[in-house]
């Protein structure tokens, strides 16, 4: 396999608007903060971000660490498939597909991050998917939001129209043996719900060691989960999508990892 390594540019793309240039800004921002929070793997995963007002989308060049990706140098993808940045390199094929696929069918969901943190692939395994052990479980949405289906390594037919019904009103998609697919409405509550996605599941594992240990383990009841979720989402102080996270987020990257913006 040969995969082309192009040079890194610091240029605005030519014919770029500002929207695009924010959004540009706002998915290099996804890629650099999994870097700060350890939640990369090497340069698999892939995100990408709808190009506000176009049918097309924002995504890396296959084969860049996620520490590379800046916003003048991702590529934007037509839903044509059309590559409007040759000369940032090439997508990988499944953000494309898999992007394209869930922009055009659903349009609140304007950002996807694929991940497959140690903790997520973890959980993939297990028959009951992700459980109510934690905080972060209820910080996601809890198990009505997250659908599930089986790996498969070529984007066929057959797996692209079952993981569209896997993930209809989902806000996420826990691929077995592999990781997840994560959704929302912007950047922010995209990453938010990532962060707490991988957070649920490592401290799923920790907890099922140590009932493996001899603990006796307390799992969120039904009806407390239930409860929680309603007070949550009525809250009028905090609105959990991520949206404050996200500010906070951006405000380090400026300090640590500043050269996400160019």
Request: net charge negative; glycine share 8%; proline share 4%.
């Amino acid at each position: 396999m040969n995969i082309m390594t192009p040079t890194p540019t610091a240029k605005r793309p030519a014919n770029c608007t500002d929207k695009e240039w924010d959004a540009r800004q706002e998915l290099a921002a996804i890629y650099n903060a999994l870097v700060k929070y350890r939640l990369t793997d090497l340069t698999n995963q892939w995100h990408a971000l709808r190009v506000p007002g176009e049918d097309a989308l924002l995504t890396h060049h296959y084969g860049w660490m996620h520490e590379e990706v800046t916003a003048s140098n991702l590529i934007k993808v037509g839903f044509d498939r059309k590559n409007h940045n040759p000369e940032n390199g090439e997508p990988n094929p499944s953000a494309t597909e898999i992007g394209k696929l869930f922009f055009e069918a659903e349009p609140d969901k304007n950002c996807i991050m694929h991940i497959h943190t140690k903790a997520i692939m973890g959980v993939s395994a297990q028959a009951d998917g992700v459980g109510p052990y934690s905080q972060a479980y209820l910080m996601i949405g809890g198990g009505d939001v997250i659908g599930y289906t089986d790996y498969e390594f070529e984007c066929t037919d057959d797996f692209l129209s079952g993981l569209l019904e896997a993930g209809r009103g989902k806000k996420a998609i826990v691929e077995a043996w592999h990781g997840a697919f994560v959704f929302g409405r912007d950047a922010g509550e995209t990453f938010f719900r990532a962060f707490y996605l991988d957070q649920a599941c490592a401290v799923q594992l920790q907890v099922q060691q140590a009932a493996a240990g001899g603990a006796a383990i307390r799992t969120i009841p039904e009806g407390e989960q239930r409860r929680h979720l309603t007070d949550m989402a009525a809250s009028d102080w905090y609105g959990y999508e991520g949206e404050q996270e996200w500010r906070a987020v951006r405000r380090r990257l400026d300090v640590e990892m500043s050269h996400y913006r160019t």
